[in-house]
C-alpha cells in the first residue's frame, strides 16, 4: 500500500496580519507527504531541492517516514522559494517573491520501486509534467490532481488532456468557474466531470467543501478556528488528508469518499494553526480522532421524534 506525491518542495517566507517566518519548509509535495504520513506508512515523494536544502529538513521528512528516494538534489542551484503576504481576512495574499531556481527544469523522474502506487497525488506543478508523472506509472487504484488558475489560464489544453487521466480534480470555487466558463457551480462541476474526472471537490475556504460524484453532491462544513495563524498549504494539506484516508480505507465508495473530505477538513483545519507545515509535525493520533468526531457532529442532525410537519 503506497501513495505516490510529485510536486514542489520550497522554502516560504510568510507574512500574517499575526506574524511572520522569513524561511519556514514549504511546497506541495511537502504539505501532501506529511499529511498522507498520518493515514499510511508508505509515502513516496518526487521532488526537486537545490544546495540549501537544509539535512535537518531532510531528516524532519524521514522522521515521518516519507521515502526520499524520488527526491532530486540539484547542488548547482538554490530551492524554489516563495514570499507572500495575506490580507486581514486571511482569504488573500500577496506574492510578494518568487524564485523558481531548481525548480523552474524539474523534471520528474519516477524510480521503479515507485511506480504501482495504490493511489498518485499530482500537486500543483505543470500538466505537462503531470501527464509525464503518469507516463511513467504502471498502475495505480486512483489518481488525484490539484491545479491552479495560472495552469488554467496558460496552459489549458494540456490541462484538459491530463484531466482526461484523472479520477479526482481538487480545485477551488474560482477555478472551477474559470475553468468551466460557467458561474454556477453545480453546472461547472458537470461541465468539470465531463472532461475526465469523475470525482470533483471544490474547496471554498472557510465555507467548507463540495465533493460531486456520479451519484451525488455532498457539502462538507469548515472547522470554526478559534487561531488561524498560516492558511499557507492547508489546501495540500486537505488533499494529503483526503487521500491519505482512502489508501488507509482502500474503499472507493461514494460514502467513504464523504468521509475522506471530512479528514482532508480536519488536516487542514490543524495546519493552519501554526506557520507553514509546522502543526504536522506534532500531532497525535488522538487529535485526529477527536476532530473527526467533531467535524462530523458539525452538520448532524438529530432524527426527528414527532410527527409537526
Known sequence: MSILVVGSVAYDGIETPFGSIDRVLGGSATYISLTSSYFIDQINLVGVVGNDFADADINRFKDRKVDLAGLQINNEGKTFFWKGKYHYDLNNRDTLDTQL???????PVIPAS????????LGNIAPALQSKVLDQVESSDLVIL?????????AKDDLKETLRRVDVLIINDSEARELSGLP??????DAIRAMGPKILI??????????FTNSSIFSAPAYPIVDIFDPTGAGDTFLGGFAGWLGRSGDLSDDNFRRAVIYGSVMASFCVEKFGPERLFDLTNAEIADRYTEFRALSAIPLQT???F
Do not use: Q, R
Open 101 to 107: 531556481n531548481v525548480f523552474e527544469h524539474f523534471d
Open 114 to 121: 515507485y511506480n504501482k502506487p495504490k493511489i498518485v497525488c
Open 146 to 154: 490539484d491545479t491552479m488558475n495560472f495552469w488554467i489560464e496558460g
Open 184 to 189: 454556477n457551480l453545480v453546472k461547472a462541476a
Open 202 to 211: 471544490i474547496k471554498k475556504g472557510e465555507h467548507g467543501a463540495l465533493l
Open 306 to 308: 414527532d410527527n409537526s
